[in-house]
């Protein structure tokens, strides 16, 4: 059974441009959600989605990221204008819905932005 | 939201040194995971242990419920195990994980 993935890998942009990061969660795994670990902080809860629909963006930092997850198979977070704060590694988690609430998370993207 | 705390921050091991990890919740959680950070950044998930106790090889994990505290073994440490050590749980209202700071485990040859 394939893990989550999430592309791409390494990303590095200016401050301004756009970057859109993609998450394939695990099969048959309706929730997925986004955290990141910018420099030196702890790792950070974003937003929560069950299938398509969002079911907690309570940790987005601001209007410049849009989660996307349309059909409720893979996920896509758009950052516009990327700020230098923005820096850090995103990662994406699926778990199945249900009692065993196991979360697995992706390699993550490195995002820099210069 | 919850506070987790992890001790140590930093821990340097001989090689074949045992260890153990503490995670304290500042509240009651229903999903406690263990993770290790390998050196390429991937979080590799150890255990899911919301209660009791749990071993896979030269690892363990005890979590006391009751008293908010989790704790990660770990027996005869090899080099491999070198990284950065975190616990996440969730509280019953939420989805979300909330992690500690973590450990940063070095295990000398």
């Known amino acids: 059974e394939a893990g989550v993935t999430q592309f791409p890998s390494h990303s590095v942009i200016e401050k301004g441009q756009t970057v859109t990061l993609r998450c394939d969660p695990i099969s048959g795994h309706d929730n997925l959600y986004w955290y990141r670990r910018v420099m030196g902080k702890e790792i950070k809860f974003l937003l929560h989605?069950?299938?398509?629909?969002?079911?907690?963006e309570s940790g987005m930092p601001n209007n410049r990221f849009l989660a996307e997850r349309t059909g409720g198979t893979y996920s896509t977070l758009k950052v516009q204008p990327a700020e230098l704060e923005d820096s850090g590694v995103y990662f994406c988690?699926?778990?199945?819905?249900?009692?065993?609430?196991?979360?697995?998370f992706g390699p993550g993207t490195r995002l820099t932005v210069t | 939201g919850i506070q987790v705390e992890q001790s140590p921050p930093d821990l340097i091991l001989q090689e074949g040194a045992n260890s153990t990890l503490r995670c304290n919740f500042s509240d009651s959680v229903n999903n406690l995971q263990w993770f290790h950070q390998n050196p390429w950044g991937q979080l590799i998930n150890l255990f899911y242990?919301?209660?009791g106790t749990k071993q896979n090889g030269r690892l363990s994990a005890t979590t006391v419920a009751t008293e908010r505290y989790s704790l990660l073994y770990i027996s005869s440490s090899q080099t491999t195990d070198s990284g950065v050590y975190f616990c996440?749980?969730?509280?019953?209202?939420?989805?979300?994980?909330?992690f500690g700071g973590g450990t940063r485990l070095m295990v000398k040859p």
């Open positions: 988690a699926s778990s199945q819905v249900g009692l065993v609430y196991e979360q697995y």
């Open positions: 996440a749980g969730r509280v019953n209202a939420g989805n979300m994980l909330t």
């Open positions: 242990i919301p209660s």
């Open positions: 989605f069950v299938k398509e629909s969002k079911q907690d």
